[in-house]
């Protein structure tokens, strides 16, 4: 089952998303944060944006969000999605469904490009991301500095709508 995050998730999501802050570089946080400030993020991110979690077994297996790409507002058609999948939930769909669910009411919100940044090498977020109809738009080279290396992040873009003329602004969540 996919719904919307909650205040009451942040633990759960905090559960997978320290390992990933701790043991790989999948985000460029050194620390993960604390459970006051995943509660944070999750309130102020759903005020504009998507925050999914998907439930398997009445247990949050994995969450996907979406948000601001620049702060600068040419930019308020177009947003930076992520999905974290908790280690036990690898492999089952549910990264697949969370993105395919995330880009479905992002386009419905009238978003026009969503982009995904990936720290390479990272073959299963990419499979995942060009599944999805991401392409590859460039490489940022050795961008970042984690676990003793300095790392490559990727980015990918997906258009989700047309270009048109005098757009409407997105909707929120």
């Known amino acids: 089952m996919i719904r919307p995050a909650s205040a009451e998730d942040a633990a759960a999501i905090l559960g997978i998303y320290a390992p990933a802050v701790r043991d790989s570089v999948a985000t460029f946080e050194l620390e993960p944060p604390s459970l006051d400030e995943m509660t944070r993020r999750i309130a102020e991110v759903t005020r504009r944006y998507p ?3 998907h439930e398997a077994g009445g247990r ?33 769909g549910a990264g697949r469904a969370l993105l395919r669910e995330l880009l479905a009411r992002l386009e419905a919100a009238g978003f026009v490009n969503a982009i995904a940044r990936i720290a390479l090498p ?5 499979k995942l991301f060009e599944g999805h109809g ?12 984690k676990l003793g290396r300095w790392v490559d992040v990727g980015e990918w873009q997906r258009d989700l709508a047309k270009r048109g003329p005098a757009p409407r602004p997105p909707s929120s969540p």
């Open 134 to 145: 991401f392409e590859p738009i460039g490489t940022a080279r050795g961008i970042g500095y």
């Open 60 to 92: 949050v297996a994995g969450y996907a969000y979406a948000t601001e790409y620049h702060e600068r507002p040419a930019y308020a058609w177009t947003c930076e999605v992520s999905v974290y999948v908790g280690d036990g939930a690898r492999g089952t």
């Open 122 to 126: 990272n073959d299963a977020s990419v």
């Open 51 to 53: 925050w999914l979690v």
